[in-house]
Each structure stands twice: as C-alpha cells, then as structure tokens.
C-alpha cells in the first residue's frame, strides 16, 4: 500500500520548529541522544508502519477477533509484530536505561505513535498499553514486581493491560467490587470481573499482565479504599507458566477498532487468583492515574491520527475523482474537472486539514509539558505540571469529539463511495468514534476542566497558560496577516475569562448541577480557543521562515490554515459564549417525561 497516511514534513516542522523539541537534549535524562537519533526513530517507525501494519489494515478490520477455546485469537501477524516491537525498542523506548529502556522524551516516543496510529490504530493498542502497565509498575512497584515483568513485557512477549471497568462501576470507580483478600504468602486472592479491558487476552503473547484496581477488605469506602495490583493471566512456578485462574467470559464486538480485542474477563472463579499489591495499600487510583493521563493524551493523539489518515485518504479521491464543471461552465462537452476544484469539497477538505494539524501540534505541545515537568524540579516543574494539567482534558476530548466530524467529512468527500466498503473511510469513521468514550467520557472531562482545573493552584495553572498563549499572540501581531486574527483570539480570552467567573458565580448561588450542567459546552469552547492558539503559533513560526523562504508552498499553505480556522472555526464559539451566559435552565429543571 504505497499511499500517503502522515505528513512527515508537518510532524517535523511541528517538533523542531514549533515546539522546539531539541531543547530537551538540555535534559540529563536525553543527554545521550541528538536530533539525528530522533529521526532515525521516526524514519524506522515509518518504514515499519508501511512494511507491517499497512499492509493488514483492512484485514483486521474484517475479520475480528474471537474466542476459541477460552482464548482470544487475534490476527496471526499480531505476535511476530509485538515481538519486532519488541526487538526494535519501541515498547521500552521510553524507560529507564536501568530496566532496558532508551531514555527517549516522550515527545518522541508519542511522535512514533502518531505515526503508527495513522497506519492502523488497532496494532498500535497493543504495545501501547503494554508500555503503560509496565511503566506504572517501574514507577511505582517493588523490585520484585520490576524483574519479574518488566523484560518480558518490553520484550513483546507479554501484554500489559489496565483493568479499570467492571460490570456495575463504569466511569464511576467508587464502585469498584472487585476484591483483594491477603493470604500469609505475601500475594491477595483476587476475585471479581472487568469488562472493555482493551487487550486483556490474545494469542499474540505468552502471558496477559492485568494492572488491575480492587479493594482491600476493610479499606475505606469510596476511592479512598482502591489499591492497585498486577494480575497475571497466567503465574510463574518452577516449570513455567501456569494459569492464575484468570478466565476469558467473552469479547465485546464493536463498532470498529476491530482488530484489538476488547474483553471481559473473570478473576477468581476457583478462589486462586492471586494479585500482588503495587505500592501501597490504598493508593490503587493515585498510581493508575498515572496510566490514566499518559493515556487521555494517547486518546487524542490517536484521534488526530485517524482523522489524519483519513483526510489523506480524502484528498487523494477529490484528486483523482472526475465529476463535474466548473460552476460558470455551461457547455456540458468540456472535460469534467477533479473534484477537489470545487469549492465545497475544499471547504470540507481545509476543515479536516486546519483540525488535524493543529491538534497534533496540541498533543506534541503537552508532551514537550510532560518531559519538562517529569525532569527538572521546583517552581520550573510545578509550571509545566500544572499547564499540562490545565491541558489534559482539552487534549483528550477536542480530538476526539472534532475527528468523528473531521473524519465525517473525510467519508462526504467521497459522495457514495465514502459509504462502502471499497475506500477506508468507512473504517476510519468507525474507528475514531471510541476516542470520545474511552479513557473518561467527554461530560467527564468537561467537568474536570470547569469544575477543578481552571481553579488548579489557586488560578496558576490558567494564569501561566495564559502567559504562554499571551507570548504567541504577540509574535503573530507582529506579522500583518496574522494581527487581526491574534487580536480576536486575545480578544475571546477575555470572554472566557468574564465567563468563567459568572460561572463560578452560578456555582455558589444555584450549586453544582447547575453550574456543571453545561461544562461539556464550556469544554469544546476551550478547545476551539485551544485549536486557534495552536494555529496563531504555527503561523507565527510559518511567517518568520517565510522571510528567509520566500514562496515556499508549505509554509504558504500554513497561512491559508489560520485563515481557514480564524474565519470558519472560531466563529463557531460566539453561539457558545451565548449559551454559556445565559439564565435560562433546561436541561437540569426538565421534567423526565417530556422526554418521551
């Protein structure tokens, strides 16, 4: 499959231009790497993506998972692929030199993953989650815990998993079930069920490593009272592998996504599954957080990289696809024209293009947060930990929540053929729709954003994003073409600033359900803001190249995308300002049965 998935020169513009990425090699912990050890990664990460998870895109897709014999068969080419994985350093790219890592930023190590979830997102579930059950257990288990999992894991030969969800407790953990009961032998009999566990079983590997969170007896109720436990599918003894009373109950067949498998699994059927307790009792959610948000930024990266594939996908049909004259044409014998001529398919083309772009510019830009925070100390560490914070919410769920348009768009682009089965499109749309579902629902992370981050330390955390977004605007000001544009970005943070304030108002006279009833509205205009931030720096940076590149078609077309998001986009939150300002209550005082 030879065509285009990723725009390798957007994603360096991005990393070296933009976001400067070099200037984490400043870092002790990236000191032995340089900007050419970057790009060999990328480029291996490339070639990878086109040699082995292209080619079984579709394949995957069309013929799912399933369950044989208790055990989840997935697509044959998973297990050599995990073990390559594996072999190449892209599942412990990101550790410690200690537990056989590289030592790479995660800016880097998100950048590859980028790349693979264009080139199909359901090979890239597996080593990511495996990366992010072994690194909770390098960061917060015992050295036990470390040398018993951790090099299997990063070898590809395990899988890792977070076990979260069960029957009765959705989003809502404070109703974890699942129990952990110890025993004299140091290890706690587990006993429960999890559901949409995302590679919780499968063929591809010799053993499944659950971080699972279960409650101690006698802990406190609540959040309070969840610890944190690795569970094996199978345990080790003296002669191998054996089973730790792990059962596979069934899969989940979903929308799409289709080729990592989504399962239900049951613990302790015969009261011999044993979980051995990572770190402290009691701390389970605190830990798995750490999981958690490293994987909300996953969840709008791989957003963004479906919608980026797909919009390649789209662009290369309305160049190809004859249909049609031009509008002032009236003589029906002239040739057809390519339908990316016509106006509306651009406009439907710039809005997948002005989105993609600036939202992996987000998500590279809360990595370059997270590398920083993680390794320097201070009042250095607690800004950036505090503007990644602030960010997390919008990263995740702005993606999220615009790709199953911009993916929609991708499928319109297409007329009929968008609609079956002989183009991608389908499957991209099908496939980005979890994103907005998993790792918290968008509501959620609308509350979160309205209900606690914007007030994070005392207002800090708003105050130093605003400062760096204030820096941006002054660049762009400074550059005719883009002055009125950083104006009426500079402009509407003032608005959100008066709203947020009228908000917290509303919150202490009419209460929480009132002022959070609309958070997921507050949400998406942060995240239209968010986006125009992003593409008042890109044009910026696009602007000051220009001067030494004049007539460069790239960073040109960086100019039409401001334009694009600032005339088409950001206009979209003035019907938002006024829903968020107004009195008048529905969706909290409506009587149930009107809604029948």
């Not at 014999?69 to 030199?97: E, F, Q, T």
């Not at 076990?163 to 006993?191: C, M, N, Q």
């Not at 330390?457 to 204030?470: D, F, I, S």
Request: aromatic share 10%; net charge negative; charged share 20%.
């Amino acid at each position: 499959m030879s065509r285009k998935f990723y725009s390798k020169e957007h994603l360096h513009f991005l990393l070296y231009d933009v976001h400067h990425v070099e200037q984490l090699l400043k870092i002790d912990r990236f000191k032995d790497h340089d900007v050419s050890s970057f790009n060999l990664f990328l480029d291996a990460t490339e070639d990878l993506c086109k040699e082995h998870f292209l080619p079984i895109f579709t394949e995957m897709d069309r013929n799912e998972p399933q369950v044989v014999n208790g055990r989840i068969k997935v697509h044959p080419n998973m297990r050599p692929i995990m073990r390559m994985l594996g072999d190449g350093g892209w599942i412990s790219c990101g550790a410690s030199y200690a537990h056989g890592g590289n030592q790479l930023p995660t800016t880097i190590m998100m950048a590859t993953s980028f790349i693979m979830g264009c080139a199909n997102y359901s090979v890239t579930a597996f080593p990511g989650l495996t990366m992010g059950a072994a690194h909770l257990i390098e960061s917060f288990g015992s050295d036990a815990l470390k040398h018993t999992y951790i090099p299997k894991m990063f070898s590809g030969e395990w899988q890792g998993t977070m076990a979260l969800t069960e029957p009765g407790a959705g989003s809502s953990l404070t109703d974890v079930v699942t129990s952990a009961t110890p025993t004299e032998e140091g290890y706690y009999l587990i006993k429960g069920q999890k559901i949409f566990i995302s590679c919780g079983d499968s063929d591809a590997v010799d053993n499944v490593i659950h971080l699972m969170l279960a409650r101690i007896e006698g802990s406190p109720a609540g959040t309070k009272g969840i610890s944190l436990f690795v569970v094996p599918r199978e345990r080790i003894t003296e002669n191998g592998l054996e089973s730790n009373d792990v059962l596979t109950g069934g899969i989940f067949h979903k929308m799409g996504y289709m080729g990592a498998p989504i399962a239900h699994i049951i613990m302790g059927e015969h009261n011999n599954c044993r979980g051995y307790l990572v770190g402290e009792a009691n701390k389970g959610l605190s830990y798995m957080f750490q999981m958690m948000n490293e994987a909300r930024i996953s969840v709008g990266l791989h957003a963004t990289s479906i919608s980026t594939a797909a919009y390649y996908a789209a662009l290369q049909y309305t160049r190809e696809r004859l249909q049609g004259r031009p509008v002032t044409e009236k003589d029906p014998l002239k040739p057809q024209i390519p339908i990316v001529q016509h106006a509306d398919v651009r406009r439907m083309l710039l809005f997948q293009k002005s989105f993609v772009e600036a939202a992996l510019s987000l998500e590279l830009q809360c990595c370059i947060y997270e590398d920083i925070q993680k390794n320097t100390e201070g009042e250095t560490s607690e800004k950036y930990k505090l503007m990644l914070e602030l960010l997390t919410p919008i990263a995740k769920s702005w993606p999220a929540e615009t790709s199953i348009l911009s993916t929609s768009q991708a499928v319109q682009c297409l007329g009929g053929y968008g609609f079956t089965k002989d183009f991608p499109l389908e499957q991209y749309f099908r496939e980005t729709r979890i994103h907005a579902i998993h790792e918290g629902t968008t509501a959620i992370h609308g509350m979160d954003l309205l209900g606690r981050k914007v007030m994070m330390g005392g207002g800090k955390a708003v105050m130093y994003l605003m400062q760096e977004v204030m820096g941006d605007i002054a660049q762009a000001k400074k550059y005719e073409h883009l002055k009125s544009y950083a104006e009426v970005l500079e402009q509407k943070l003032g608005q959100v600033q008066e709203l947020t304030m009228k908000l917290f108002g509303v919150a202490s006279k009419e209460g929480p359900v009132v002022f959070l009833s609309d958070a997921t509205l507050y949400l998406e205009l942060f995240g239209l803001l968010i986006g125009g931030w992003q593409w008042i720096k890109i044009g910026h940076v696009a602007a000051a190249k220009l001067l030494t590149n004049p007539n460069d078609k790239f960073l040109e077309a960086k100019a039409t995308m401001v334009g694009y998001f600032f005339e088409y986009e950001i206009p979209k939150t003035e019907g938002l300002f006024k829903r968020l300002n107004s009195d008048t209550r529905i969706t909290t005082v409506l009587d149930e049965e009107y809604l029948d």
